[in-house]
């Protein structure tokens, strides 16, 4: 088991800055990678950002290309997501997931545990 939890959202003006932060515990051992997703509301959950834990090639939604940015702690146990240039567009509440048994894709029915979620609202 994996527990996720995360962090560090709230409100901010457009083109201001947030970090979230997403702490794994338990079998962090058996972790491949971690992502981001978000819901804005009325819209389904999409993936944002992932992070391999071996190798260095990380994902990024076209939407979020140049103004996000994942990364993790060298003892792979917490994972960070800082937010530039923020827009009304990204409000919505963003889950961290962690990825055990399979990450040939960051496909969010690949993804084996979540966060309890954490809101984020841009205000224009």
């Not at 997403?22 to 971690?34: D, E, P, Q, R, V």
Request: with cysteine; glycine share 12%; charged share 15%.
């Amino acid at each position: 088991q994996v527990q996720l939890v995360e962090s560090g959202g709230g409100l901010v003006q457009a083109g201001g800055s947030l970090s979230l932060s997403c702490a794994a515990s338990g079998h962090t051992f058996s972790i491949l990678g971690m992502g981001w997703f978000r819901q804005a509301p009325g819209k389904e959950r999409e993936f944002v950002a992932g992070i391999p834990w071996t190798g260095s090639r990380n994902n990024y939604a076209d939407s979020v290309k140049g103004r996000f940015t994942i990364s993790r702690d060298n003892a792979k146990t917490t994972v960070y997501l800082q937010m530039n240039s923020l827009e009304p567009e990204d409000t919505a509440v963003y889950y961290c997931a962690a990825y055990v048994r399979n990450l040939a894709t960051w496909a969010m029915r690949n993804a084996d545990y979540w966060g309890q979620g954490t809101q984020v609202t841009v205000s224009s």
